[in-house]
């Protein structure tokens, strides 16, 4: 398909199509197009959290920084959880290391807020990140310990998830069965394996 072709359609198809941050790389030949490029929807994200991402996105922390203490927050609501909100919400939809970056220049965190940001290295498979932040942790609960050991057995690192779960504080039958279902799926029966 000649580039002019191609370039009309695409200009069509995204007048049509919901906001979306686009990164597009094209080769172009002599009269060969062909893009590759990947999307992603922010459908879903207000007009404040998709400057914020932009912001992250790019680097520009201090305005980042400063659409957080302007954005607004429901009624009865601190902004510690408007924000792990928005942490889980970038970090639900892979964008792992803009949520890191949003986590780094919060104000102000709590448990559930390390537990969002350990949650989602877990989820995306970056144990060694979860484990330095899972080291960080100023306190930890059951769910952190639990979604370090999840991580931990869901990537076959058998031994630490056992020495972790002997290690935890507290234990919950969700701990219990994490084990278990871990062990399981490693091909290790028993404990004494």
């Known amino acids: 398909m000649p580039a002019i072709h191609y370039a009309r359609n695409l200009a069509i198809s995204l007048s049509k199509t919901p906001i979306?941050?686009?990164?597009?790389?094209?080769?172009?030949?002599?009269?060969?197009?062909?893009?590759?490029?990947?999307?992603?929807?922010?459908?879903?994200?207000?007009?404040?959290?998709?400057?914020l991402l932009g912001c992250l996105v790019n680097g520009n922390l201090q305005h980042a920084r400063q659409l957080l203490d302007e954005m607004p927050h429901r009624r009865n609501q601190s902004s510690v959880v408007t924000w792990t909100s928005l942490l889980t919400k970038f970090s639900k939809r892979g964008l792992l290391d803009e949520a890191r970056t949003?986590?780094?220049?919060?104000?102000?965190?709590?448990?559930?807020?390390?537990?969002?940001?350990?949650?989602?290295?877990?989820?995306?498979g970056r144990i060694s990140e979860a484990c330095k932040l899972f080291e960080a942790m100023p306190v930890k609960n059951v769910v952190s310990w639990t979604?370090?050991?999840?991580?931990?057995m869901s990537s076959g690192m058998v031994e630490k998830g056992k020495a972790l779960f002997e290690?935890?504080?507290?234990?919950?039958?969700?701990?219990?069965?994490?084990?278990?279902?871990?062990?399981v799926k490693n091909g290790i029966w028993r404990g004494g394996d």
């Not at 009269?31 to 459908?43: A, E």
């Not at 986590?103 to 290295?121: C, H, K, Q």
Request: overall charge negative; charged content about 10%.
């Open 20 to 51: 979306k941050l686009i990164h597009r790389t094209f080769c172009v030949s002599q009269y060969d197009f062909q893009p590759g490029f990947s999307t992603f929807q922010l459908s879903n994200f207000s007009n404040n959290e998709s400057q």
């Open 102 to 124: 949003l986590f780094d220049i919060m104000p102000e965190r709590n448990v559930v807020t390390w537990n969002a940001m350990l949650s989602g290295y877990v989820q995306s």
């Open 147 to 152: 979604s370090m050991l999840c991580g931990l």
């Open 167 to 183: 290690a935890m504080p507290e234990r919950n039958v969700v701990s219990w069965n994490s084990m278990i279902v871990g062990l």
